[in-house]
């Protein structure tokens, strides 16, 4: 039995167990953000690229086992890049030694020395091939216990809050997120802007605009997880942002008790967002944080290429048609969801909820504020620093939130709740200010029956489904502290 054994670990398992432990070290560290389906498929295509590099070199090396090995240094490298990468920042800082204008030459000559030396290379490779399957299959079993452990009993929801009124009037409400809009200090302050018509025409149409509202994070991912959770979340591992941070927020907005709160009052619930929620997926591509899938196939080399080569690439070299292709494609989700906003008014008897998220006026700042595109080169990562740029893209925006609200309010059938607000203010300074005007953001309800006990100066947006509750559903939920955390990308 021992022989057996002994026999089979010097067989190349390893070429299938490093792509398997890969995908499951990704799956578990991020469950359950991650689609078991997309796993499988992503391991699928990993695991058909090995064979296809394999058989290659086989030819190339007229040996299997000289073959599977420098595969498996191939795609190691490829796999463990971006966890080495980052490991690498945090030690070193952005030394040259980590660029990629750097590394690249490296892991190139690396490569060829390593082929070389294998093409004349006498070795059979047996100890190694049993190493390597020894260790994947212990990395293996670690994180097959961990994702047991994960499952049974470390995923913790948000704290359900039961909502119950069947005598309420039951309206339906839509949520209008304008990301990163700018509050009415801030745009005084730091802009020299008088956004005051704009505000009238929200209080002309009925809405209470909140004096010096605020958010608690400046961040979306964090901020939308705080409302929609009506919570502050727990404090980050880390002093900066990280992927597994924006994990748990989008995770949180997914199974948010704002949205199962409504669906106990037996609203249907309508995504127009940039999030997963009730596990209704975002129709769009988010470009601004990695989720589901490229949570693991973001950190290998080639996607770290793709990410940040080929965009300093199309900005150092002005690749204009390159940059306009980028351009477009968000342009276009960005008007795809304006659309849908305008599709999924509600005309039913039923009431729904609907949340849609806005990236405007966010960056890219596409037209000015008479309506005609901005260059190209304005359009690109990097240039989110214009403030006269976004001062015009927010006083375009401003006519498309007017349109949309007013379709809502026109087109529905019973007069509808809206809540128009910004998830953070303006953030992206040349120079350092006072990080208060960060969460400096907008607040601005309608109720049917201009009825707005609850709604007080200075609330902060984590109390905004706690007041509207409490007004609406005749709840007596505690309201928070209206505090801040700053967090640092």
Avoid: W
């Avoid at 097959?144 to 309420?168: E, G, V, W």
């Avoid at 748990?248 to 999030?275: E, M, Q, R, W």
């Avoid at 129709?283 to 944080?289: H, I, L, M, S």
């Avoid at 304005?378 to 976004?390: D, S, V, W």
Wanted: glycine share 2%; charged share 20%; hydrophobic share 45%.
């Amino acid at each position: 039995m021992n022989k057996r054994f002994k026999f089979r670990f010097q067989h190349e398992y390893f070429l299938f167990l490093l792509p398997l432990f890969f995908v499951l070290h990704g799956f578990t560290e991020y469950f359950p953000a991650i689609p078991l389906q997309d796993s499988i498929l992503l391991f699928s295509c990993y695991l058909i690229a090995i064979v296809l590099v394999v058989l290659l070199l086989t030819f190339l090396f007229s040996s299997f086992r000289k073959a599977a090995v420098f595969s498996f240094s191939l795609f190691a490298i490829n796999f463990f890049f971006g966890a080495v990468h980052d490991f690498s920042k945090k030690l070193i800082g952005h030394s040259f030694l980590i660029q990629y204008s750097f590394l690249a030459p490296i892991i190139i000559l690396l490569i060829i020395v390593a082929y070389i030396c294998f093409k004349k290379s006498k070795q059979t490779f047996n100890r190694l091939t049993k190493y390597l399957n020894i260790l994947f299959a212990l990395f293996l079993l670690f994180d097959i216990a961990l994702l047991t452990y994960k499952s049974a009993f470390k995923i913790t929801k948000p704290s359900p809050i039961t909502i119950s009124c069947t005598d309420c009037a039951k309206p339906d409400i839509y949520l209008i997120i304008a990301d990163e809009y700018a509050g009415t200090q801030e745009l005084n302050d730091l802009f020299q802007f008088d956004n005051r018509p704009f505000e009238d025409s929200l209080t002309k149409k009925g809405f209470h605009l909140i004096k010096t509202p605020k958010s608690n994070y400046n961040y979306t991912p964090f901020s939308m997880a705080s409302m929609l959770s009506m919570n502050f979340l727990p404090p980050m591992k880390s002093e900066k942002i990280n992927d597994e941070e924006i994990n748990h927020c989008t995770n949180t907005i997914n199974a948010a008790p704002v949205i199962k709160a409504f669906k106990d009052l037996g609203y249907v619930i309508d995504n127009n967002s940039i999030f997963d929620i009730d596990n209704i997926p975002t129709k769009v591509e988010t470009r601004f944080f990695h989720k589901k899938i490229k949570l693991i196939s973001g950190q290998t080399l080639l996607s770290r290429i793709k990410r940040d080569l080929s965009f300093n690439l199309i900005t150092r070299f002005k690749m204009r048609s390159e940059m306009k292709r980028v351009a477009n494609e968000q342009l276009n989700d960005l008007n795809f969801i304006y659309n849908n906003a305008l599709k999924t008014i509600n005309t039913e008897s039923t009431p729904h909820f609907v949340y849609t998220h806005l990236m405007m006026p966010h960056y890219p700042y596409f037209f000015n504020a008479e309506g005609k595109m901005n260059d190209v080169l304005i359009l690109m990562e990097g240039e989110q620093i214009r403030a006269k740029e976004y001062l015009a893209y927010l006083k375009y925006c401003n006519h498309l939130f007017l349109r949309l609200i007013d379709e809502i309010q026109h087109r529905s059938k019973q007069p509808p709740i809206i809540l128009f607000m910004s998830d953070h203010g303006f953030r992206e300074f040349v120079e350092p200010v006072d990080e208060a005007y960060h969460f400096m953001n907008i607040n601005a309800v309608f109720f049917p029956n201009q009825n707005y006990q609850g709604f007080y100066d200075g609330m902060s947006n984590v109390n905004q489904f706690r007041v509207l509750f409490n007004n609406q559903f005749q709840q007596h939920l505690p309201l928070l502290k209206d505090s801040t955390i700053f967090l640092r990308e």
